[in-house]
C-alpha cells in the first residue's frame, strides 16, 4: 500500500485507516525497508543534516540556496505521489464545511522536519506564524494562494491594551506548480502566512528547528485587517502605501486549522546513522 491509497481515503472521507492488507483472514503490516529508497529525498535529508545547526541559528545563504537547488528539482513522485492519484482530480466542493488538511510526517528531529501538507481544493491552512523557524516549501501538486507577513517590530497600535500587530504584505498571489521553492526566516520572508488550494494541493514543507511547545515554538494564528480599516490610521497612510500595511490580530486557533495525520507510506530515508 502506497500514500496514493492513503491518500484515497482521505479525498472520501478524511479518515485514519490502518495500512494494512488482509492474508489468510490475518491482518500483514508492511514493513518500512520495503518501501523505495528516493535519490532526491535521500539527498535533501542529508543535506537538511548539515544545514539546520539547532535552536538559535538560521542558514547561511549558500546552504539557503543548496536546499533550494534540492527542492526546485522535487517532484511528486519523489515522495511517493502521482499527478494521476484520485484525490488531485477531486473537483471544487460548492457550500458546505470548508475540506479538511491532511498531513504526513516524513522525518523529524530535533534539528527540523519533513512533512507533506494535502489540501483539497477550498482546504484552508490558516494564518499562522513560525517563531524562531527557517521554513522551505515545495508546491509539488496543485495551485495555490499564498498570503504572507512580516511583522514591523518598531511600530504598534498607539492603545497599549490593543492585540493589533502592524505587519508589511510580502505575498499576496497565486502559485502553480512546478514553480520555485519559497523560503521564511524568523523574522523575514513572509514568516505569517495563511494557504488557500484552489485545485487540490500537496505541498512539501522544511522546518528548522521544528514546531517545539516545550520549546516555546508553538503555532500562533492570527486574522488581518486592512490599516486603514483604523478611523484613526487614514491620516497616517493612504492610497497605495496603506495596501502594503495591515493589522494582525493574534486569534485563537480557527476549526480550520485542525488536520488529519495520516501515515506516511512514499519512499523511506535510510538515517545516517544507519549507512
Known amino acids: 500500500m502506497t500514500i496514493e491509497v492513503r491518500l484515497a481515503d482521505v479525498s472520501r472521507s478524511i479518515r485514519k485507516k490502518k495500512c494494512c492488507r488482509k492474508t489468510s483472514g490475518k491482518t500483514k503490516r508492511y514493513l518500512p525497508y520495503m518501501r523505495p529508497v528516493s535519490y532526491r529525498l535521500q539527498r535533501l535529508y542529508l543535506s537538511c543534516l548539515d544545514v539546520f545547526k539547532g535552536v538559535g541559528t538560521v542558514p547561511s545563504p549558500s546552504d539557503v540556496q543548496k536546499l533550494c537547488s534540492i527542492l526546485d528539482g522535487m517532484m511528486a513522485e519523489d515522495v511517493g505521489l502521482s499527478r494521476n492519484l484520485q484525490f488531485f482530480k477531486t473537483k471544487s466542493t460548492t457550500g458546505g464545511e470548508i475540506p479538511k488538511v491532511a498531513c ?73 506548480a512546478p514553480c520555485d521553492t519559497s523560503v521564511l526566516y524568523p523574522t523575514s520572508g513572509g514568516n505569517i502566512h495563511a494557504f488557500t488550494a484552489i485545485t487540490p494541493c500537496a505541498i512539501l514543507d522544511v522546518m528548522g528547528p521544528p514546531y517545539s511547545k516545550k520549546d516555546g515554538r508553538d503555532c500562533s494564528y492570527y486574522r488581518d485587517i486592512p490599516f486603514d480599516a483604523l478611523p484613526n490610521e487614514r491620516a497616517v497612510m493612504t492610497g497605495e502605501e496603506s495596501k502594503r500595511y495591515w493589522w494582525l490580530e493574534e486569534i485563537d486557533a480557527p476549526k480550520e486549522s485542525e488536520m488529519e495525520g495520516i501515515e506516511y507510506m512514499g519512499p523511506q530515508i535510510i538515517e545516517r546513522s544507519t549507512l
Do not use: R
Open 104 to 176: 504526513t510526517n516524513i522525518y523529524q528531529s530535533e534539528n527540523f522536519s519533513l512533512c507533506i501538507f494535502f489540501l483539497p481544493a477550498n482546504a484552508v491552512i490558516p494564518l499562522h506564524n513560525h517563531p524562531g523557524m527557517t521554513v522551505f516549501s515545495k508546491l509539488l501538486l496543485g495551485k495555490v494562494h499564498v498570503k504572507a507577513y512580516d511583522l514591523v517590530t518598531d511600530d504598534n497600535s498607539d492603545d497599549s491594551s490593543s492585540q493589533l500587530k502592524l505587519a508589511s504584505l510580502k505575498a499576496d498571489g497565486v502559485f502553480t
